[in-house]
């Protein structure tokens, strides 16, 4: 069975940066493309960044370019989102999610974590 | 504002057939990128009802449906139940913008 488990989330005081972590099990990690996505209070999902699985490309959604980046540490079978600068409008729950599909215009969120919640606040 | 645009509410009463609608563009749904579908619960991780378009993962029941064309897509939900309560997203890529791309999300509520 496929398990997501994010952790890290905290408040953070704007400016600041925080590390979120995503502990995964029941695939073969390497294999996978991982994503991040966010749903701000009242908002809809927003996809955050992606990270390809055995090419290690790496996306991220305008709104975060420069301010975020992921990792991922493939014999820990960890995914990882550093978040600097951060601003008020960032404050959100951040999901894992692991990614499928033959293609990069296929690819989908098949298996999503409960998320970590993130407030930017002075 | 959302790349990918859906109704804000949709609602139906139990039993009844209710649809969804996803507008995108050139570089979203009018491309030979997918669409799926997920359906999120406040407070819990979301689900992918739809990938590629129209196929159903194992354990989502054959009331959900998805179709789509040109620019636009649609999730369908036959046989409406309680449970069906919740938030709906669509998801694509987006070759303009080199990114995935999510609708704003549809509320269902159940009458």
């Known amino acids: 069975e496929v398990q997501v488990l994010e952790s890290g989330g905290d408040l953070v005081h704007p400016g600041g940066s925080l590390r979120l972590s995503c502990t995964t099990s029941?695939?073969?990690?390497?294999?996978?493309?991982m994503a991040w996505v966010r749903q701000a209070p009242g908002k809809g999902l927003e996809w955050v960044s992606t990270?390809?699985?055995?090419?290690?490309?790496?996306y991220y959604a305008d709104s975060v370019k420069g301010r975020f980046s992921i990792s991922r540490d493939n014999s820990k079978n960890t995914l990882y989102l550093q978040l600097n600068s951060l601003r008020a409008e960032d404050t959100a729950i951040y999901y894992c999610?692991?990614?499928?599909?033959?293609?990069?215009?296929?690819?989908?969120?098949?298996?999503w974590g409960q998320g970590t919640r993130v407030t930017v606040s002075s | 504002q959302s790349v990918l645009t859906q109704p804000p509410s949709v609602s139906g009463a139990p039993g009844q057939r209710v649809t969804i609608s996803c507008t995108g563009s050139n570089s979203n749904l009018g491309t030979t990128s997918d669409v799926h579908w997920y359906q999120h619960l406040p407070g819990t991780a979301p689900k992918v009802l739809i990938y590629g378009n129209n196929n159903r993962p194992l354990g989502v029941p054959d009331r959900f449906s998805g179709s789509r064309s040109g620019t636009s897509a649609s999730l369908a939900i036959t046989g409406l139940q309680a449970e069906d309560e919740a938030d709906y997203y669509c998801q694509s890529y987006d070759s303009s913008l080199r990114a995935w791309v999510l609708g704003g999300g549809t509320k269902l509520t159940v009458l």
């Open positions: 029941g695939f073969t990690f390497p294999h996978y493309a």
């Open positions: 990270i390809g699985g055995t090419t290690g490309n790496t």
């Open positions: 999610a692991k990614m499928t599909g033959p293609t990069v215009g296929a690819l989908y969120f098949d298996s």
